[in-house]
């Protein structure tokens, strides 16, 4: 039997909601309120997104549990959706001030204020001048002229013009900008001990984790860094804009260009952050150190490594995997790759993409899903790294994370992953999540 994925999914369009983003933007910017200018079951979005993150601060070993902020929707029914809901907006937002008593308010639109043409600007501003209180309406309107990352840098920009304001910058600290798994996640947890070995504090993770009273910490810092793993992602370029009218506003510097992604990503990152502090010396300790550290590793892992053969499959995207951080591993752990298989997962132009960029970096035999080839390498191979589960249940597989993690963290995790699927029985086959 060919090789077959289990469950491929390929999305063909971006195709998503602004309202989630608004609320991941702001649920727990502690003294702000949310109201979604919706009808009542598009509030199903944000209580799904509490309990995922929950659960990922479970699964993270954490103790920490973070308080979302009050949610209220202004519960558009039929007749709002034929006459207007702006009266209803008005009590909604009424009612909000008066049990709640929040520093301030913001309302994200839904497709349906967006289609019956409701203005929430205005209202905003209405509210705010009866009510004494900052009031915003951001711009996008659901499905309709938006999606999750346009609410969510919509809800970010507020907060930039409206809390913030420029102010002398405080040595050693740091501003976070973005998400990757919140404050208490790997990610970021990760980033902060790097970023203290240069004698670097996190202050500030900017905008879902910081109170409206503490926004000033982000143009106080010394460094504003942004949060993700590809340069050349959309959705990282708007982030980057962001940070560009923060830098235009308050004068704080910022770092866009490269990403703490791998070991020599995360050298090259250090490095830059070194020179944007004038930690230069601090940046170069710190490389050392943990060059050391990683080498030590690689020698114990290449006794049980050395010489084992290797097959990869791959069915994402670039953006969302970078092959040459899984080549260079396994060569440094002295791994044969035998050969590369190219899953049904890719639109064509996408699969045309990666098999460009994987001639690119190594010249083994690139196969695609279904050849008669590909199956034979793949069961000769001593295990598998495949980004996505294989029915084949006699093939040694090692699932790879949807992204690279921080540092030299996933590569670390990486070897001890083969390592370990290498001692399950041959006839066993068997899969490990890395």
Same mark, same amino acid.
């Given at each position: 039997?060919?090789?077959?994925?289990?469950?491929?999914?390929?999305?063909?369009?971006?195709?998503?909601?602004?309202?989630?983003?608004?609320?991941?933007?702001?649920?727990?910017?502690?003294?702000?309120?949310?109201?979604?200018?919706?009808?009542?079951?598009?509030?199903?979005?944000? %209580?799904?997104?509490?309990? =995922?993150? /929950?659960?990922?601060? #479970?699964?993270?070993?954490?103790?920490?549990?973070?308080?979302?902020?009050?949610?209220?929707?202004?519960?558009?029914?039929?007749?709002?959706?034929? /006459?207007?809901?702006?009266?209803?907006?008005?009590?909604?937002?009424?009612?909000?001030?008066?049990?709640?008593?929040?520093?301030?308010?913001?309302?994200?639109?839904?497709?349906?204020?967006?289609?019956?043409?409701?203005?929430?600007?205005?209202?905003?501003?209405?509210?705010? #001048?009866?009510?004494?209180?900052?009031?915003?309406?951001?711009?996008?309107?659901?499905?309709?002229?938006?999606?999750?990352?346009?609410?969510?840098?919509?809800?970010?920009?507020?907060?930039?013009?409206?809390?913030? %304001?420029?102010? !002398?910058?405080?040595?050693?600290?740091?501003?976070?900008?973005?998400?990757?798994?919140?404050?208490?996640?790997?990610?970021?947890?990760?980033?902060?001990?790097?970023?203290?070995?240069?004698?670097?504090?996190?202050?500030?993770?900017?905008?879902?984790?910081?109170?409206?009273?503490?926004?000033?910490?982000?143009?106080?810092?010394?460094?504003?860094?942004?949060?993700?793993?590809?340069?050349?992602?959309?959705?990282?370029?708007?982030?980057?804009?962001?940070?560009?009218?923060?830098?235009?506003?308050?004068?704080?510097?910022?770092?866009?260009?490269?990403?703490?992604?791998?070991?020599?990503?995360?050298?090259?990152?250090?490095?830059?952050?070194?020179?944007?502090?004038?930690?230069?010396?601090?940046?170069?300790?710190?490389?050392?150190?943990?060059?050391?550290? /990683? =080498?030590?590793?690689?020698?114990?892992?290449?006794?049980?490594?050395?010489?084992?053969?290797?097959?990869?499959?791959?069915?994402?995207?670039?953006?969302?995997?970078?092959?040459?951080?899984?080549?260079?591993?396994?060569?440094?752990?002295?791994?044969?790759?035998?050969?590369?298989?190219?899953?049904?997962? /890719?639109?064509?132009?996408?699969?045309?993409?990666?098999?460009?960029?994987?001639?690119?970096?190594?010249?083994?035999?690139?196969?695609?899903?279904?050849?008669?080839?590909?199956?034979?390498?793949? %069961?000769?191979?001593?295990?598998?790294?495949?980004?996505?589960?294989?029915?084949?249940?006699?093939?040694?597989?090692?699932?790879?994370?949807?992204?690279?993690?921080?540092?030299? =963290?996933?590569?670390?995790?990486?070897?001890?992953?083969?390592?370990?699927?290498? %001692?399950?029985? !041959?006839?066993?086959?068997?899969?490990?999540?890395?």
């Amino acid at each position: 039997m060919g090789i077959e994925v289990k469950r491929v999914g390929v999305r063909r369009t971006n195709c998503s909601c602004s309202m989630p983003g608004v609320w991941r933007a702001l649920s727990f910017v502690r003294g702000a309120l949310v109201v979604f200018h919706s009808p009542r079951p598009c509030a199903h979005i944000a %209580h799904g997104m509490d309990v =995922s993150s /929950f659960h990922r601060l #479970t699964a993270a070993g954490t103790s920490v549990r973070l308080s979302p902020v009050p949610l209220l929707t202004s519960g558009l029914g039929e007749s709002e959706a034929i /006459f207007g809901g702006e009266d209803r907006l008005r009590e909604c937002i009424r009612f909000a001030a008066e049990k709640y008593h929040p520093q301030a308010v913001f309302i994200a639109n839904s497709c349906v204020s967006g289609v019956i043409g409701d203005d929430t600007k205005a209202i905003a501003e209405e509210m705010e #001048t009866e009510l004494g209180i900052p009031i915003m309406a951001v711009s996008a309107h659901g499905f309709l002229d938006g999606e999750y990352y346009a609410g969510y840098l919509d809800a970010a920009r507020a907060l930039v013009d409206r809390f913030m %304001h420029p102010s !002398e910058r405080k040595p050693g600290t740091v501003a976070l900008l973005g998400d990757c798994g919140g404050m208490h996640g790997e990610y970021v947890k990760e980033l902060r001990r790097l970023l203290a070995l240069l004698d670097l504090k996190v202050t500030a993770q900017f905008p879902s984790y910081l109170a409206l009273d503490e926004m000033q910490a982000v143009p106080e810092a010394e460094l504003i860094i942004l949060l993700g793993r590809r340069m050349d992602d959309e959705k990282q370029a708007q982030l980057a804009a962001l940070a560009e009218h923060m830098h235009e506003r308050f004068g704080t510097p910022y770092l866009a260009d490269v990403y703490a992604v791998g070991a020599e990503e995360t050298k090259t990152w250090l490095r830059r952050v070194g020179a944007l502090c004038h930690r230069e010396e601090a940046a170069e300790r710190a490389i050392a150190s943990e060059e050391a550290s /990683f =080498s030590a590793v690689v020698e114990k892992a290449r006794a049980d490594l050395a010489g084992r053969r290797c097959g990869l499959a791959i069915g994402r995207d670039l953006t969302w995997f970078q092959p040459e951080i899984i080549l260079r591993l396994l060569n440094k752990a002295g791994v044969a790759l035998s050969g590369i298989v190219l899953l049904d997962c /890719f639109m064509p132009a996408r699969r045309e993409v990666m098999e460009g960029a994987l001639r690119c970096l190594t010249d083994v035999p690139i196969y695609y899903e279904g050849d008669a080839a590909a199956d034979e390498m793949l %069961h000769a191979a001593d295990f598998v790294l495949t980004t996505h589960e294989l029915v084949d249940a006699k093939l040694r597989q090692l699932f790879l994370a949807l992204l690279p993690s921080v540092g030299w =963290s996933m590569e670390r995790r990486l070897l001890d992953d083969m390592r370990q699927i290498l %001692h399950r029985h !041959e006839s066993r086959g068997g899969l490990i999540y890395g």
